[in-house]
């Protein structure tokens, strides 16, 4: 497998990444490595089989279980978003932040622009106390929560104007 290199900055969160793992008793492993790296370094979304068509360049056996599996533990471990409405995976801004380990339950917000695809990530903790006060209104423990928000972003708005 030839090795990728990353921009300074993505660099920098997959040694943070790489600690990250270690510390909760895992291990970012070179194909684990390397699909973060090529999401952190997507200026958008990035779909598995991009994903898959990509780290084909430089290890020609890659499957998709191979891609999978790389973001099956990803996600499991908090370093990544799936965005369920694109179909495609984002960097958790969060993670490597936080201080709270795995039962930090970070619920994050994402901004989508329909336009031209990038996705913000928010933490604001007003939706998420009104989440919980909804839920709790009506019974309801959350456990997990992602919102997805579709509009238009500030840069695309300037144009359509």
Do not use: W
Not at 139 to 154: K, L, Q, R
């Amino acid at each position: 497998m030839n090795e990728m290199r990353f921009p300074g900055d993505v660099e920098d969160r997959l040694s943070l990444s790489e600690r990250y793992c270690a510390l909760q008793g895992s291990r970012l492993t070179d194909t684990r490595r390397q699909v973060l790296g090529m999401i952190l370094s997507s200026p958008r979304p990035i779909g598995a089989y991009d994903l898959l068509d990509l780290l084909r360049s430089h290890h020609r056996n890659a499957a998709p279980p191979t891609v999978y599996r790389a973001l099956e533990f990803l996600s499991d471990h908090g370093l990544i978003h799936k965005i369920e409405r694109l179909s495609a995976f984002v960097g958790c801004s969060h993670r490597l932040r936080c201080h709270h380990g795995k039962a930090c339950g970070h619920r994050a917000q994402f901004l989508i622009c329909r336009t031209c695809g990038i996705v913000k990530e928010l933490e604001n903790d007003e939706t998420e106390s009104a989440v919980n006060l909804a839920a709790r209104n009506v019974g309801f423990h959350v456990e997990h929560t992602t919102i997805e928000v579709e509009g238009i972003c500030a840069q695309c708005a300037e144009h359509v104007s």
